[in-house]
C-alpha cells in the first residue's frame, strides 16, 4: 500500500522509463548518446524499410527474433515500448517534460490497479 503516498515508481517502470528515455535521446538529442548508437543506428524506423505511406512509418522497426535473448534485448524492448507510445508524447522534444508525462503515464497505471484491487 506504500504506492499511493509516494510519488515513485515500481523498479520494472523505472527500466521501462530509461529505455524511453534512451529512444528519446536518440531520436530527439542524439549528441547526448556515445557515438556508438548513432554511427551503428541502433534503431531503424519504418520510413526507412518501405517507401509506403502507413500508419505505422514512424514506428521503430521490429526485426524478427528467432532467439529469446533477441527479444530481452535493450534494441527490442525500448523499440516495442516507444512504438506503443501515443504520436503526441513521440513528438515531445524536452526531456524533462517527456520524463515527467512517462513518469505520470505509469503512476496512473499503477494507481488504477491500486484502486481496482
Known amino acids: ?3 499511493p503516498y ?4 515500481l523498479i520494472t517502470d523505472v527500466y521501462k522509463q530509461q529505455l524511453l ?3 528519446h535521446k536518440f531520436i530527439h538529442h542524439p549528441e547526448l548518446l556515445p557515438e556508438i548508437f548513432i554511427n551503428n543506428k541502433f534503431f531503424t524506423f519504418n520510413d526507412k524499410i518501405h ?3 502507413t500508419r505505422i512509418k514512424s514506428n ?3 526485426y524478427q527474433s528467432t ?3 533477441g527479444l530481452r534485448s535493450v ?3 525500448a523499440a516495442v515500448l516507444w512504438n506503443e507510445l501515443p504520436l503526441i508524447l513521440k513528438r515531445m522534444t524536452s526531456s524533462t517534460a517527456f520524463k515527467c508525462n512517462i513518469k505520470n503515464i505509469f503512476c496512473h ?4 490497479i491500486y484502486v481496482i484491487v
Do not use: D, G, P, Q
Not at 6 to 9: I, M, S
Not at 109 to 112: L, S, W
Open 109 to 112: 497505471f499503477i494507481e488504477t
Open 67 to 69: 532467439t529469446s535473448a
Open 1 to 3: 500500500m506504500w504506492r
Open 60 to 62: 521503430i522497426h521490429l
Open 51 to 53: 517507401k509506403y505511406n
Open 21 to 23: 528515455l534512451f529512444v
Open 6 to 9: 509516494y510519488n515513485t515508481l
Open 75 to 77: 534494441s527490442h524492448k
